[in-house]
DNA sequence: GACAGGCTACCTACCAGTAGGTAGACAAGT
DNA sequence: ACTTGTCTACCTACTGGTAGGTAGCCTGTC
């Protein structure tokens, strides 16, 4: 009905993924989440790789269209910027990591076709965000485009790891600071930065 | 003999911790790499939640006595800040996560008192660099040592995501600026950064 | 319109392996 | 004698995965 069986279960597995780590989670908790017996889980995704690089692709898909729109609709960088910080921490309300940033914590218990599905991700943002940075004339727009992505994904763990159910995030201001210095820098060769 | 027996098994499920996560080893895992049986595990951590929590313990006393360490020892800003990034990177060279950082990222698949502690660990982290860059003189101590701590965390989560053997920590270079700025700024109400 | 064939989605029942954990014996050190 | 550290031997629950089967839905063909 509603949504297939199959887009039900890539969704509860990121979840868990997101929140409680790959190695947590089994076809059980799925199928019993999902309503439906563990063959049944079989039956869609046949192992637990097949189901976890199938979330990596979905968010892919999803990801990579999302900074599509955003290269197309925002026009200026403080704009782009803004976007891509909003979408990556979109999920935290929730009370959910970053996929790619949960995932690089327990690496190597991970298969391989999963880590280096996971890096290619972890490169395709950082990638669009040098571009990004490169285009609105940031000057060292790659390490720039690193201190911002380290910035989120830092973030998005620390006020996980300290929030129970805590406050807002407390780093957003320090992101939006971030931010603000990279589009001031963005004319000249250096900028301020407020403290 | 050379180290007892129960320090060892610290020693690997720290490690384990740190590179596959609290969820993805078990007591056979221990056991065999300690040339034990696993009954004997549970000889020394009845449970794995109490192992969990003696390696958070373990940690968090040996950070706190570096952490005194640095205090006494540096008596200028940049030397503090230094010696507290290569403390934290330790263990990076070895291909390990830090602790609070690896746990975060499963915390909603760990036992509640792993989770506090966890916490706990890095509110202790968060309140000395806040105290060092208030002694200092850096204006907003607070912010700015959480945004040196999420740039830390931040750094090895994604350093780790991306390399499978790469090269050294492509965000050193960023935690060494935020430093340098920071001291720069300490005497000011504000500061450059260079990009 | 009936009917076969194939397909999807699910099921029950099972497998070998491993999880965390327990009971009780033994040997050595004090 | 007591404690400490280890052992063998076991437990129950659950893991990912498989075998084999069933009910319903298309599609084509007569």
């Given amino acids: 009905m509603t949504v297939s069986t199959r887009q039900n279960l890539l969704d509860i597995a990121a979840r868990h993924m997101r929140s409680r780590g790959y190695a947590a989670f089994s076809y059980g ?46 026009a200026d960088l403080r704009e782009r910027l803004t976007a891509y910080g909003a979408l990556f921490r979109e999920g935290s309300g929730d009370g959910l990591l970053p996929l790619c940033g949960a995932l690089a914590a327990e690496r190597d218990a991970l298969p391989q076709a999963m880590r280096d599905k ?23 727009a790659a390490r720039s485009a690193m201190a911002l992505l380290v910035a989120l994904e830092g973030g998005a763990i620390v006020g996980w790891g300290l929030s129970g159910v805590a406050s807002g995030h407390p780093f957003d201001d320090l992101v939006a600071e971030l931010c603000a210095s990279l589009c001031a820098g963005a004319k000249g060769s250096h900028h301020r930065i407020s403290h």
Avoid: M, N, Y
């Avoid at 799925?30 to 063959?39: D, P, S, T």
């Avoid at 995704?45 to 999803?62: N, R």
């Avoid at 490169?123 to 285009?135: G, I, K, M, P």
């Fill in 118 to 140: 996971a890096a290619g991700l972890l490169r395709v943002q950082l990638d669009w965000l040098t571009d990004v940075l490169a285009q609105g004339g940031v000057a060292h």
């Fill in 29 to 74: 908790d799925l199928a019993a989440e999902c309503g439906i017996r563990k063959a049944s889980v079989h039956h869609h995704f046949p192992t637990k790789e097949a189901l976890g690089l199938a979330v990596l692709d979905a968010h892919q898909e999803k990801f990579s269209a999302r900074l599509q729109a955003i290269t197309d609709d925002a």
